[in-house]
């Protein structure tokens, strides 16, 4: 599964102990087309354009990874938002991967849903959130939901939402 992001809104990045940033500065993020692009060194990174966005907050700010890409496929539902690098050491921007399965549909509430997969990178950091748990629905083709779960000591939140396709 491919998960990452780009466009923050706030500088610095908590890291996975104690929120305090985490390997060296990330470099401005390159422009990209939309899609796979190779950069630097064979580099594969997916920018997602579609319509949705991800909200990470941590302690110090928030994070966006603007532009989805939403897919239901069977009982599962993935969703990518931002920019997802190959390289972690390399990575720029934000990016919120999600696996998610048992989404309630149209007319149900938010529920708890299974995360069976979870990859997030802000400020070009990839972050070891543990204990996450999700809530989402599925109403028509728009999906939202939340992530809770913790980094390191802090707590950590997600917001999303997205068009499947």
Known sequence: ????????STPGSPGAEGGEPTGPPSAEPLALECGLSVVDGGQEVV???????????????SYDAEGAEC????????????????N?????GQYVGLLLGGVPGAGASPAKVRLAGLEVTVGGK????????ATARLTGDRLEGTVSGRV???AVSIEFH????
């Open 1 to 8: 599964m491919l998960l990452a992001g780009c466009a923050g």
């Open 152 to 154: 390191g000591e802090d």
């Open 88 to 92: 972690d050491e390399a990575a720029q």
């Open 71 to 86: 897919r239901q496929r069977g009982e599962f539902v993935t969703a990518n938002f931002g920019t997802n690098y190959s």
């Open 47 to 61: 920018r997602y354009c579609g319509a949705g966005a991800a909200r990470v907050t941590v302690p110090g700010g």
């Open 162 to 165: 997205c068009t499947t396709a």
């Open 126 to 133: 990839r972050q070891q959130v543990a204990a996450a748990t």
